[in-house]
């Protein structure tokens, strides 16, 4: 089967991401974990596809993403690059995957070979060799900062970050450093909207949010979620695009063009999807 998206587009690099950020232009990011759906976020225009290691929970039922292994990223990773035509692909590295500075080069390894364009890794400033070492090989990064699910447990549940001028700091620090180390992307959660607004004009590399605030350079949010397909109360940040009533068509595709289409206007996310 040849997936053929109806609006081919223009591959996006990171060097397209380099460029919205210098002009001004969102970007739109959704999570991944099949060809079907991946096929259709082409048609929709989507940027970007994170095949996210949340597929513990919304494909494997877990309840957490600690369960993930490399084995399941290359297998998703695999799916969605046979129906991509232009979206950059970012691939989770799965917990305790990276953590030796030579489990990453394997890992990453892995899951550049089943079609991955950057991996994301969930850390900070502790990640600086591990960043350093995966660019110098021609693996770009994107990092998560904030709220990094693969540790929960430490957190002891999903929790806003940075709240505290200690915290906000800390955070901002650990941006600088891993910038500097050579991350191509940072990633925030559940991160004060002021407080992502300081670090996405202090770092000049693209910043994707999710309970982030309106002003990071992209969004991203789990595909699930804009489906209306919960497991668990939805995060303040997630909004159903299936039945917002601007779906006119109600379709799926219409919810991912929706998405998108409110990203580039900056129309989502709102204060009200925001922790202000
Ligand atoms: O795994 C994932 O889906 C993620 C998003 C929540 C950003 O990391």
Same mark, same amino acid.
């Given at each position: 089967?040849?997936?053929?998206?109806? &609006?081919?587009?223009?591959? /996006?690099?990171?060097?397209?991401?380099?460029?919205?950020?210098?002009?001004?232009?969102?970007?739109?990011?959704?999570?991944?974990?099949?060809?079907?759906?991946?096929?259709?976020?082409?048609?929709?225009?989507?940027?970007?596809?994170?095949?996210?290691?949340?597929?513990?929970?919304?494909?494997?039922?877990?309840?957490?993403?600690?369960?993930?292994?490399?084995?399941?990223?290359?297998?998703?990773?695999?799916?969605?690059?046979?129906?991509?035509?232009?979206?950059?692909? %970012?691939?989770?590295?799965?917990? %305790?995957?990276?953590?030796?500075?030579?489990?990453?080069?394997?890992?990453? &390894?892995?899951?550049?070979?089943?079609?991955?364009?950057?991996? &994301? /890794?969930?850390?900070?400033?502790?990640?600086?060799? @591990?960043? &350093?070492?995966?660019?110098?090989?021609?693996?770009?990064?994107?990092?998560?900062?904030?709220?990094?699910?693969?540790?929960?447990?430490?957190?002891?549940?999903?929790?806003?970050?940075?709240?505290?001028?200690?915290?906000?700091?800390?955070?901002?620090?650990?941006?600088?450093?891993? @910038?500097?180390?050579?991350?191509?992307?940072?990633?925030?959660?559940?991160?004060?909207?002021?407080?992502?607004?300081?670090? @996405?004009?202090?770092?000049?590399?693209?910043?994707?949010?999710?309970?982030?605030?309106?002003?990071?350079?992209?969004?991203?949010?789990?595909?699930?979620?804009?489906?209306?397909?919960?497991?668990?109360?939805?995060?303040?940040?997630?909004?159903?695009?299936?039945?917002?009533?601007?779906?006119?068509?109600?379709?799926?595709?219409?919810?991912?063009?929706?998405?998108?289409?409110?990203?580039?206007?900056?129309?989502?996310?709102?204060?009200?999807?925001?922790?202000?």
């Amino acid at each position: 089967m040849t997936y053929l998206a109806d &609006k081919p587009k223009v591959p /996006i690099t990171l060097s397209t991401l380099n460029k919205y950020k210098a002009t001004g232009e969102k970007f739109s990011c959704l999570t991944c974990y099949d060809a079907s759906f991946a096929a259709s976020m082409q048609a929709a225009g989507v940027d970007s596809i994170l095949v996210g290691d949340s597929l513990g929970m919304v494909v494997q039922g877990q309840v957490s993403t600690l369960p993930v292994t490399v084995a399941d990223m290359v297998y998703h990773t695999e799916n969605v690059a046979r129906a991509n035509t232009h979206a950059l692909i %970012m691939t989770d590295l799965p917990f %305790m995957s990276y953590a030796t500075v030579s489990d990453a080069i394997a890992s990453a &390894k892995a899951v550049m070979q089943a079609g991955a364009n950057v991996v &994301k /890794i969930e850390g900070g400033s502790e990640l600086s060799d @591990t960043v &350093k070492v995966l660019t110098n090989n021609g693996v770009p990064v994107c990092v998560h900062l904030g709220l990094t699910p693969q540790s929960v447990n430490v957190f002891g549940g999903y929790k806003v970050q940075g709240k505290t001028d200690e915290a906000a700091n800390r955070l901002i620090e650990d941006c600088h450093a891993v @910038t500097a180390a050579g991350a191509a992307v940072l990633l925030l959660e559940c991160v004060p909207a002021e407080l992502a607004k300081t670090i @996405t004009q202090s770092v000049d590399v693209p910043v994707i949010g999710i309970g982030a605030g309106v002003d990071t350079d992209g969004q991203v949010l789990v595909m699930h979620d804009i489906l209306g397909v919960y497991t668990r109360k939805p995060a303040k940040f997630v909004k159903n695009f299936l039945t917002d009533p601007k779906n006119a068509s109600r379709s799926i595709q219409g919810a991912f063009e929706l998405y998108h289409e409110e990203v580039k206007q900056k129309a989502f996310p709102t204060p009200a999807h925001s922790f202000l």
